[in-house]
Structures are given as C-alpha cells and as structure tokens.
C-alpha cells in the first residue's frame, strides 16, 4: 500500500521556518485534496492547511494565515507546507493527508515533531 513519508521536522527559535515534506512512495491516483493538520499534547487534531486538487485553492485558519503556505510537486509526489514566523504555539506533532476518490480514501503520514522554542 502506498505511504506517506513526512520529513524536515526539528526545533527551531520562534520567527524562524521550516519546511516539512510528505512524500508518497509511489503514485496516489485520483486524489482530491491534500492537507496537513497539527497535534498538540492534550489537544485535538487540528488542520492547518489545505490545498484542493481540482483548482489549486489553498485555505488556511486564522491561526496560520500569512505565515503558512501549502505546495505541491506532481512529478515528485509530495506535498510540502512552508511555515514562516513560526511561534511557540505552533509547537506540535504535524500530519499530512491525503484524500482519494479510491479505496482507501485516506492517507495519513507518520507526523514529524516540530518544536518553536528559544
């Protein structure tokens, strides 16, 4: 089955950036949307960025706006999110998704750990 192989998590000081990767091991066919979502200790999953598939439309919370930008690389099967300006509060365990049309439906990534902390 295909999997998602998340990458470029680490600790970084608050106004810093990372950019995290979600790599598929081979192609997902059908796909409508990709995401990633964020999960704090105590806190529920919470998504942070979206990308729809159709049109290339990109939405975001408040949170988030202006300072996070979801991507994509067809030719190489990943989707990335550029987090700028990061804060504290984005500390989190971060998910990328993947919806398709076809059996499974859902694809989920292993997380990668970021951590915002001076």
């Known amino acids: 089955q295909v999997q998602l192989v998340e990458s470029g998590g680490g600790l970084v000081q608050p106004g810093g950036s990372l950019r995290l990767s979600c790599a598929a091991s081979?192609?997902?066919?059908?796909?409508?949307?990709m995401d990633w979502y964020r999960q704090a200790p105590g806190q529920e999953r919470e998504q942070v960025a979206t990308?729809?598939?159709?049109?290339?439309?990109?939405r975001y919370p408040d949170s988030v706006k202006g300072r996070f930008t979801i991507s994509r690389d067809n030719a190489k099967n990943t989707v990335y999110l550029q987090m700028n300006n990061l804060k504290p509060d984005d500390t989190a365990v971060y998910y990328c998704?993947?919806?398709?049309?076809?059996?499974?439906?859902?694809?989920w990534g292993q997380g990668t750990q970021v951590t915002v902390s001076s």
């Open positions: 998704r993947v919806a398709s049309r076809l059996s499974p439906y859902i694809y």
């Open positions: 081979a192609r997902i066919f059908s796909i409508t949307a």
């Open positions: 990308i729809t598939t159709s049109d290339g439309r990109t």
